[in-house]
C-alpha cells in the first residue's frame, strides 16, 4: 500500500458526460501529480500540483482540469468525454519537489461508451 | 525535450535466467532515474533509483547503475522468478518539478 488512495477504482460513462477523480496523497507529501496511461500513448504526465498551486502542466486537454485543496487533496475533471478518453488515470505524490520519489495510487479505470 | 527510449517486449525468460532491459535517456541536466514496476491489475511501485552518475540502485536483486557517458539506466537481475513477470517502466525525473518522464514500458514474462 502506498498511501495514495484513490477514487473510484472503476467509472463507466458515456461520451459527452462529464467526471471527478479524486486523489488523496500520502500524509506529509505536498505535491501532487496526475498521469493518464492508455494503449495507444503510453504513461503520459498531465499535471502537477504543488501546496495547492498548479506547478507543470504536460500534455492535458482543455477538457480537462484540475486542482489541490487546502487539505492536499486533488480533483481531476474530465468533461466533454470522447471514447479516446478511456484509460487508467493514475494519481502520485511526493513531498518535494526537489529529488523526491513518487508514490502512485492503484489508479482509476475510466471506460467511455 | 527530455525523453526516455526502453527495449520493446515482451521478454520471455525462463526461471533462473538472467534479465537486461535497456534504458537511455535524453536530458538537459542531470536528472534522477527511476525504475518503475506495473504488476497486472496494479499501480506503479518504485523499484528503484539512481539520482547522480554512477550512483546504482539496487532492490529485490534488481540493479541499475546511472552511466552518463552512455545515457543509459539499464535493468538487470541474474536470477529472475516466475513472480517477477511485469510490466517494467524506465523514467526520469525533471529537476525542478520531479514531474516523470516514461519510456513505453517493457513487459517481461518468466515461466518455471
Known amino acids: 500500500d502506498s498511501g495514495v488512495t484513490q477514487t473510484p477504482k472503476h467509472l463507466i460513462t458515456a461520451t459527452g458526460q462529464r467526471v471527478t477523480l479524486r486523489c488523496s496523497p500520502r500524509?506529509?507529501?505536498?505535491?501532487v501529480y496526475w498521469y493518464q496511461q492508455s494503449l495507444d500513448q503510453g504513461l503520459q504526465f498531465l499535471i502537477q500540483?504543488?501546496?495547492?498551486?498548479?506547478?507543470a502542466k504536460g500534455n492535458i486537454l482543455e477538457r480537462f482540469s484540475a486542482q489541490q485543496f487546502p487539505d492536499l487533496h486533488s480533483e481531476l475533471n474530465l468533461s466533454s468525454l470522447e471514447l479516446g478518453d478511456s484509460a487508467l488515470y493514475f494519481c502520485?505524490?511526493?513531498?518535494?519537489?526537489?529529488?523526491?520519489?513518487?508514490?502512485f495510487g492503484q489508479g482509476t479505470r475510466l471506460t467511455v461508451v | 525535450g527530455n525523453s526516455v527510449t526502453q527495449m520493446e517486449g515482451p521478454v520471455t525468460l525462463s526461471e533462473e535466467a538472467f534479465l537486461t532491459i535497456n534504458c537511455t535517456y535524453t536530458?538537459?541536466?542531470?536528472?534522477?532515474l527511476f525504475w518503475y514496476v506495473q504488476y497486472p491489475g496494479e499501480g506503479l511501485q518504485l523499484l528503484l533509483k539512481?539520482?547522480?552518475?554512477?550512483d546504482k540502485g539496487s532492490n529485490k536483486g534488481f540493479e541499475a547503475t546511472y552511466r552518463k557517458e552512455t545515457t543509459s539506466f539499464h535493468l538487470e537481475k541474474g536470477s529472475v522468478q516466475v513472480s517477477d513477470s511485469a510490466v517494467y517502466f524506465c523514467?526520469?525525473?525533471?529537476?525542478?518539478?520531479?514531474?516523470?518522464?516514461f519510456g513505453t514500458g517493457t513487459r517481461l514474462q518468466v515461466f518455471p
Open positions: 523514467a526520469l525525473s525533471e529537476r525542478n518539478t520531479d514531474k516523470l518522464i
Open positions: 536530458a538537459t541536466g542531470y536528472p534522477s
Open positions: 539512481a539520482t547522480k552518475a554512477d
Open positions: 502520485a505524490s511526493s513531498v518535494g519537489p526537489p529529488n523526491t520519489e513518487a508514490f
Open positions: 500524509s506529509g507529501d505536498l505535491s
Open positions: 500540483y504543488y501546496n495547492g498551486e498548479e506547478r
